[in-house]
């Protein structure tokens, strides 16, 4: 959700704020700005749209400077203009924002009284204001910052710089993701390290409260307390490559075929060390042996690998397990047995719903967590007790594909260890998932073969304005997954039902016009979902099926099958999962909608 990046050097860093912005536009992409400190002045350049728009405004200004600050927006406070894009200028204090003021309206009725005009509907500009009021105090630019965010209640990444103190840049981070690039004789500031890759791979993860001082030669962490403190170097091991489109036209094309690899390195642990409780930490033994039960919290996507989940740990662990939307869960007295280990999924590691459903968890008395997550050093892993990486690399579409099978993997992984802690899973039976797990990515490069088919149905879906996706049992959440991809991407509205629930209702939808994917892998719900699909072409519905090649199902008129070439057992929903994203990506394609860059929406989500 908006991206921010900043530099200090001694050369020009214009080109490094515009290459840094263009690989966060994936966190917001309405609009996009940058400022720069230049001969004692601030010059700024700000436009709505893509970042490639304001670069060549810059361009066209002559932009050429060694300080500046830069930021691609998603809106939350003010609609989508230039005067709402940042970074905001407070007499010659420029600030970049992500995250949301929820006292914006009483400090502007403050503001508005010591005589500050404001130009934007942001919550954002009241930040520059009391910056520039602080500065007018007597603070110098890092203590005005550190006076500032007492001020504030809410999230923010920050970064400032200002027309008096052209030497330095100063940041500040509660909620939101931000980050210090240490490179040679220059720094950098950025949510998140792909911004700054090309430039330097070491850096330093500031915390919940920090601020800092950056110049070209040092930076200076203070805590909350405004207290110095020592934080950690790390060197990033992002490449990139994984940053780089290649021979794709999409990122999120790129991502689906990524997946063979991307599930082959989040195995990697388990199928050289097998099934073992430290695959989620040193000392994760003791705390899974400790459980009753499994709360899983996540959003969109990432709550879909949730409830496929739940069918895995109940059949196979035997440990009852309930899945909740993260954002309701926080805000519902939910009944709390303080043994019941909480499981967040979230590929960013930073949503901020998910984040505050663990908090909310942690504070009803659960004494386990486990987070899963893509992200290493987010929020979210850094505030579970337990973490299992997925190691899908980075993930710039905005619609999530390799994230979500990399979270099933880690999942099963998960069933899998429990089943063994608590008896449930014999030698022979772990063997045989070992097997299954090892024969997964190849059976994920099958399914991505059958592409040139999805891509025909593909062409048929992209005049249509509804579609329904079935499913039952274990390919149910696969359903709802390919009812989301497909809106996310093509805008045609997708809803998904367990397949028995049609005749309950969604029959009615149900006519010539209407498309209804039905995923029926050879299962024991198989002859149950063959009668549902009676029931579809019944009412003249037009049926397209996946499913695998145990199953024995043949085209016939109005009904469509594209098989995968084998039964996968319980894995089959991570073999289903390929498939309907391939048909969400060539309907968009068909459709000529921005696959990357859906309209409304962006990747991480730090806001309610
Ligand atoms: C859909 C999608 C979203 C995310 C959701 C949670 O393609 O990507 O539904 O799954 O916003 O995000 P994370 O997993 O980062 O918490």
């Known amino acids: 959700m908006c991206g921010i990046v900043g530099a200090i050097a001694d050369r020009d860093v214009v080109p490094v704020l515009i290459e840094g912005l263009k690989r966060l536009e994936y966190r917001g992409y309405d609009s996009a700005g940058i400022a720069v400190v230049d001969q004692q002045d601030v010059r700024r350049v700000r436009r709505t749209g893509r970042v490639a728009e304001m670069e060549g405004a810059a361009a066209a200004e002559g932009f050429n400077a060694s300080l500046g600050i830069g930021h691609t927006r998603w809106a939350t406070h003010g609609g989508v203009t230039e005067a709402n894009a940042h970074p905001h200028i407070s007499h010659g204090v420029a600030l970049v924002h992500n995250g949301i003021i929820e006292n914006h309206e009483e400090q502007r009725e403050k503001l508005r009284a010591l005589g500050y005009v404001f130009e934007s509907q942001t919550d954002t500009e009241v930040i520059a204001h009391l910056m520039h009021h602080h500065l007018k105090g007597g603070d110098d630019l890092l203590a005005a910052l550190q006076r500032t965010v007492k001020e504030l209640t809410g999230a923010y990444a920050l970064a400032v710089v200002s027309r008096q103190e052209p030497d330095r840049m100063v940041c500040a981070r ?11 004789g220059e720094n950098f500031i950025a949510s998140d390290v792909s911004a700054i890759i090309q430039a330097t791979r070491r850096v330093i ?3 919940e409260g920090d601020t800092a001082e950056v110049t070209r030669a040092s930076v200076k962490v ?5 207290q110095p403190v020592q934080r950690d170097v790390h060197v990033s091991d992002v490449s990139l490559a994984s940053l780089e489109l290649g021979p794709y036209r999409h990122f999120m094309q790129k991502e689906i075929h990524e997946q063979p690899r991307a599930i082959a390195d989040t195995i990697e642990a388990v199928v050289d060390g097998g099934f073992s409780p430290t695959l989620f930490g040193a000392n994760a033994e003791a705390a899974l042996k400790d459980i009753e039960g499994v709360q899983i ?5 990432s709550y879909y690998a949730g409830m496929t989940a739940r069918y895995w740990l109940e059949a196979i662990a035997g440990v009852p397990c309930n899945v909740e939307i993260a954002s309701e869960y926080r805000y519902r007295a939910a009944y709390a047995n303080p043994k ?5 999924i979230s590929q960013s590691g930073e949503t901020l719903d998910t984040m505050e459903a663990l908090k909310y968890a942690k504070s009803l008395g659960h004494e386990h967590t486990l987070s899963i997550c893509n992200v290493p050093e987010s929020a979210i892993p850094r505030a579970s007790e337990l973490v299992c990486y997925t190691r899908a690399g980075a993930e710039i579409g905005v619609a999530s594909t390799k994230a979500f099978t990399t979270q099933l993997a880690a999942l099963f992984q998960l069933t899998v260890v429990l089943g063994k802690l608590r008896g449930k899973v014999t030698p022979e039976q772990e063997a045989d998932y070992l097997e299954q797990l090892r024969h997964l990515p190849g059976s994920v490069q099958h399914a991505l073969n059958l592409e040139p088919q999805i ?4 062409e048929r879906f992209a005049s249509k304005s509804d579609a329904l996706f079935l499913g039952r049992g274990l390919h149910y959440p696969i359903a709802l997954e390919g009812a989301l991809k497909l809106k996310e991407i093509s805008y045609i ?4 039902y367990p397949a028995g629930e049609l005749k309950h209702g969604p029959l009615a939808l149900v006519d010539a016009d209407m498309p209804v994917v039905v995923i029926a892998p050879n299962d024991v719900l198989l002859e149950k979902v063959k009668s549902n699909m009676q029931e579809v072409r019944a009412r003249g519905g037009e049926l397209f099926v996946l499913t695998d090649q145990d199953s024995h199902f043949s085209e016939s008129e109005g009904v469509h099958v594209i098989r995968t070439p084998r039964h996968v057992g319980v894995l089959s929903p991570i073999v289903h999962t390929i498939p309907v994203q391939l048909l969400a990506y060539h309907t968009a394609l068909a459709r000529g909608t921005d696959v990357d860059k859906p309209r409304n929406l962006a990747k991480s989500v730090t806001v309610e």
């Open 174 to 184: 509660m909620g939101c993701p931000l980050l210090i690039g240490v490179g040679e």
């Open 205 to 207: 993860f500031l915390e």
């Open 222 to 226: 203070f805590d909350g307390k405004d």
């Open 297 to 301: 919290l996540a959003c969109g996507t």
């Open 340 to 344: 019941h280990l909480i499981v967040t």
């Open 455 to 458: 891509a025909a149905w593909a």
């Open 493 to 496: 509205h997708a809803e998904a």
